[in-house]
């Protein structure tokens, strides 16, 4: 059983890119290269007619994708993986809920933080996430519930 692979115009750039639920962005049916961008995302480059945009390949995937019913503002990856720009492994989240998946702690990590007398470094060290990072968790500014 082989999957469905659907392709769409690229809204803004229809006359000259497209993009597939697989991620895959074309241009003129040529397969383009998105370029890596900062944190290890990819960012495609596009152009026509004298106007130029970046996007991120997964924020294009979702907004062409993916209804957004909620008017949630980013674009999850489910496995944590930048580079599968797969439909399947996209969703529209919450800032706090993005956060929340990519950090290394598990809620268990998190209250043996917030009940320990170790210092910021030591904690740091032990869970190997930065001392601002065990700051924030100590303060209820991050991992508040």
């Not at 990519?102 to 009940?115: A, G, H, M, P, R």
């Not at 210092?119 to 991992?143: D, M, P, Q, Y």
Request: glycine share 6%.
């Amino acid at each position: 059983m082989s999957k469905i692979i659907e392709t769409k115009r690229v809204i803004g750039f229809e006359e000259a890119y497209s993009i597939s639920s697989d991620g895959i962005i074309y241009r003129g049916g040529v397969i383009a290269s998105p370029s890596l961008w900062k944190g290890g995302y990819l960012m495609m480059t596009m152009q026509l007619n004298g106007k130029i945009k970046r996007k991120y390949v997964h924020r294009l995937v979702a907004e062409h994708f993916i209804p957004n019913l909620l008017n949630l503002p980013q674009v999850n990856h489910k496995d944590g993986d930048k580079s599968n720009n797969h439909v399947n492994n996209l969703e529209w989240c919450t800032a706090a809920h993005n956060e929340r998946h990519k950090s290394k702690l598990e809620q268990c990590d998190v209250n043996y933080i917030k009940n320990s007398n170790k210092t910021g470094v030591e904690l740091s060290h032990i869970f190997e996430v930065s001392a601002a990072c065990i700051s924030l968790i100590k303060n209820n500014k991050r991992w508040s519930n």
